[in-house]
């Protein structure tokens, strides 16, 4: 099993309705292509984590395989998302680590 965590912060220059709305858009966008990638065992977008968080939006997601996570990064629907939270994010952090399960 392949965990893959993705962390962003929004850019400072959104206000507050455009991060409310960026974060609505990329939840829904990159949630959906679960059921569209094949290996995805879980896939969760959160936005606006507790206090504690120095991010805005997380990606937390698990799949079969190394196979799977790199199908799923080259998905029409995942590049899509993906070009979207380029546009209205920075400060990407990645962490990619395999688990026995």
Known sequence: MVNHIV????????????KAEAGRIIKESLEAV??????????????????????DIALISCFETVEALNAYQVHPDHIKAGAYVKEMTCDRACFDYESRQ
């Open 7 to 18: 962390m962003w912060n929004f850019k400072a220059e959104l206000t507050d309705e455009q």
């Open 34 to 55: 679960k059921e569209k990638a094949e290996g995805v065992i879980s896939l969760e977008v959160s936005v606006n984590g507790l206090a504690s968080s120095n991010k």
